[in-house]
């Protein structure tokens, strides 16, 4: 088999079709491509969607949300280039009063978990390692005992980080000390 060159878009099923446009513009300062009663195509990037919605219509019956552990899709997951823009990221979405479900350090990332306006699940992420680093830490005794990892605060982490003080006790899980003091891994400042 020959594996795809790159993910290219989602499409979403929503009763909540207004709603989901305009968080997903703001959340992406993505811009509309189309739009129209019944399809919406949305992009961030050179690429002609990255979002596409059809409009169920109004549903009496249809839950507010869909529970974070129903069946079907659990997260997309993005990545930033750096600590920087993931922490950018979070100042701007925090202005605008979207606040990330779940912050946590799962060793090979940093993340930022989100729920749309429907209950979709988005991590907003950075590497942490390089892939051989990364893949061997997975295959590793820490994360076969914690394959989650561990919550962490935002709001510290970018106050350190607009200070220019170290964060890699911050953005490392605690049972990463070597990579606590290893600034070669690109999150140091």
């Known amino acids: 088999m020959v594996a795809p060159s790159k993910f290219a878009h989602v499409v979403f099923n929503t009763h909540r079709y207004d709603e989901m446009i305009d968080w997903y513009a703001e959340v992406f300062e993505a811009r509309v491509q189309h739009r129209d009663d019944r399809l919406a195509f949305l992009t961030y990037d050179d690429e002609h969607h990255r979002f596409a919605f059809v409009n169920l219509g109004l549903a009496k019956d249809a839950p507010r949300k869909r529970a974070a552990m129903a069946p079907g899709l659990n997260h997309l997951g993005y990545t930033w280039r750096n600590l920087d823009e993931l922490i950018d990221t979070y100042a701007r979405l925090k202005r605008r009063g979207v606040m990330p479900t779940r912050p946590i350090r799962h060793g090979l990332t940093l993340s930022l978990y989100y729920r ?74």
């Open 116 to 189: 749309d306006p429907d209950g979709n699940g988005l991590e907003f992420q950075i590497d942490l390692m390089e892939a051989q680093a990364a893949n061997e830490f997975m295959s590793g005794p820490a994360f076969a005992a914690n394959p989650i990892g561990e919550p962490f605060d935002p709001e510290a982490l970018a106050a350190r980080l607009a200070l220019g003080k170290p964060v890699n006790d911050l953005i490392f899980r605690s049972d990463q000390a070597e990579s606590k003091s290893d600034a070669g891994v690109g999150a140091e400042r």
